[in-house]
């Protein structure tokens, strides 16, 4: 199986509210993780990274948490707003040999109600 | 924009048909990526190239012939593809493939490819 995935395919939220995006690893040698937004008909764009030595990351409106103990990670959006209305990925990054490996997920398609 | 840019955005082809997708990128990078997204499905890594030399394949069929002249342009001609090879190419590109998290990708807009 894959080993990045998504607990909830689709979110559904109101604006305003607070959007919380969840995704499991199971690479524990993973040390870099990416969170990706792509609006449809556009490539996904990137948002968010956080490395493995760090637990917290925040940007504009964006949070990305990690726990490395249950290999987990989140996007946390602050006052969602129907812009943020998109499928966003999570994706990891391996060191194998002498190359790094992206590995994504496949999505969580976020819905934001006016 | 991201600084990578595709063409075309939209193509319709018959399983005889010989056409090239393109990227360019003008971000100073010096890997890219094709990437293949179908419904449903992760994005699915085709191929890698870093400093122009291709560094990976990811088993992909024949009939997808990638082309990299240079750190800024990527090709992926196609020939005789089949309908299930309708997706959306995403083309990507990264500073370089050897340091730590030097592989964050920017994506360009994708192609969508329609097989007949």
């Known amino acids: 199986g894959e080993s990045v995935g998504l607990h909830l395919p689709t979110l559904s939220v109101q604006e305003g509210d607070n959007s919380i995006i969840n995704c499991a690893y199971s690479n524990s040698a993973s040390d870099y993780f990416i969170w990706y937004k792509q609006e449809s008909g556009k490539g996904p764009q990137f948002i968010i990274d956080i490395r493995s030595n760090m637990d917290k990351r925040q940007g504009q409106r964006v949070t990305v948490l990690l726990n490395k103990t249950v290999k987990h990670l989140s996007l946390q959006i602050a006052a969602t707003q129907p812009g943020d209305s998109a499928v966003y990925f999570c994706a990891e990054n391996v060191l194998g040999g002498s190359n790094y490996k992206l590995t994504f997920g496949k999505g969580t398609l976020l819905t934001v109600n006016p | ?116």
Not at chain 2, 14 to 28: I, R, V
Not at chain 2, 86 to 98: E, V
């Open chain 2, 1 to 116: 924009e991201t600084g990578v840019t595709q063409t075309p955005r939209h193509l319709v082809m018959g399983m005889t048909n010989k056409k090239s997708l393109k990227c360019e990128q003008h971000l100073g990078h010096n890997a890219m990526y094709w990437y293949k997204q179908s419904a449903k499905k992760p994005l699915e890594l085709m191929f890698v190239y870093n400093f122009k030399e291709q560094t990976e394949n990811n088993s992909v069929p024949s009939r997808f012939s990638p082309e990299c002249p240079n750190s800024s342009h990527l090709f992926l001609h196609l020939h005789t593809l089949q309908p299930e090879d309708s997706a959306l190419y995403l083309c990507a590109s990264s500073q370089d493939r050897r340091g730590f998290g030097a592989d964050t990708q920017y994506f360009g807009p994708g192609t969508r490819l329609t097989v007949l």
